[in-house]
């Protein structure tokens, strides 16, 4: 583990929101391209849910993932946190339904997988998201780093529905 001064403890706490209502202390800066929350250590970029972890357990086992209990990237609670494998790693993202879905034909909230609501350019690389879901997360979590509150699931299915008729509508399809 980096050792951390002060500042950079401070720098870090400062980052992290309150719990939610499934005790996800949610990381309230940037995330990075991937979804998970990032914060520079001397001078490098780092995730958070894994500094979370190692300055929690005071350790960064070698070949060692920082892996959720949760399934939520932007969460820095280290005890939705814990240690596994690269295999351990694969096997918690197949047991998710989180792995590419290059072939799939709807998204995990039932919305169709076709133009217009695709995110775009991600077909190049093999996989596809599911747009009213993407900008529903977005959504989300913009909302939280601004302090409201936390979005039900309900509220997330609504959310998403609205956007995949929006999306569909305006494509006329």
């Not at 202390?25 to 929350?37: C, K």
């Not at 894994?50 to 209990?69: C, I, K, Q, R, S």
């Amino acid at each position: 583990m980096s050792k951390s001064s002060p500042e950079w403890l401070d720098r870090f706490l400062a980052k992290v929101g309150p719990p939610d209502e499934n005790g996800c202390t949610l990381w309230l800066a940037s995330p990075h391209s991937g979804g998970y929350g990032q914060f520079k250590v001397n001078g490098k970029c780092k995730t958070a849910h894994v500094l979370a972890l190692e300055l929690a357990t005071g350790e960064h086992p070698a070949g060692l993932f920082a892996l959720h209990t949760c399934d939520v990237k932007m969460c820095v609670n280290p005890d939705h946190l814990y240690w596994g494998t690269p295999t351990q790693n694969m096997a918690d993202m197949v047991s998710r339904n989180r792995q590419r879905k290059s072939t799939a034909r709807v998204c995990e909230r039932g919305h169709r997988l076709v133009k217009p609501n695709l995110v775009p350019g991600r077909d190049a690389r093999g996989w596809r998201m599911c747009l009213a879901c993407h900008r529903t997360r977005c959504a989300r979590d913009h909302a939280i780093r601004k302090g409201r509150e936390a979005w039900s699931e309900e509220r997330m299915q609504y959310t998403a529905d609205q956007k995949f008729q929006q999306i569909m509508e305006s494509a006329n399809v």
